[in-house]
């Protein structure tokens, strides 16, 4: 049995010879100065990565996430023009409408106040013409009635004159006439 433990503890100590940290690296080809190089060159790709790559692509992601941020600012902006615009455009639409309808009122009343005013002119003109109608009327009347009595009284002197049957002289005619006009006129 001795020999036996002997044995498996030379086994073991082989085993733990062969299965130590170096056992495993030697298995696999892994040596230090191999896992320094390969740190090293990963290093330098990382570094070429970050300086070439990375930093670029980090740097235009901030400037676009930049001018998305300033573009989305402006459209804010753009929006609240847009609405003090719209505000503007209705507040001055309702500001013409409004004097719009205060100047066809206005017109409206100037139409009616013309209106009346020509009423009462042409009323007047209508007066006037009626009066001088009237007056022409009772000129023209007048006119013939002088007209009718030189014609009556003339017509009275020739009947007259036939009924006596005889010439008068130009001083007995004149005399007839005259009392003749003088009875017409006073009658």
Known sequence: MLSSLLM???????????????????????????????????????????KFAFKPVLATLDERQQKIASGLQYAEEMKAKLAAAQEETAASAKRAQLEATRIIEEARKSAKDFLDKQ??????????????AQQAIELEKKKMLAEARTEIARLVVVTTQRVLAKELSDADRSRYNDAATRELTGA
């Not at 010879?17 to 060159?41: R, Y």
Request: net charge negative.
């Open 8 to 50: 498996f503890a030379e086994v073991t100590s082989q085993t733990a010879e062969a299965t130590g940290p170096s056992k495993i690296m030697h298995d696999f080809g892994i040596s230090w100065p191999g896992i320094a190089a390969q740190v090293l060159n990963v290093g330098i790709v990382v570094f070429i990565l970050w």
């Open 119 to 132: 009423s009462a002119e042409t009323s007047a003109k209508a007066n006037d013409i009626l009066i001088k």
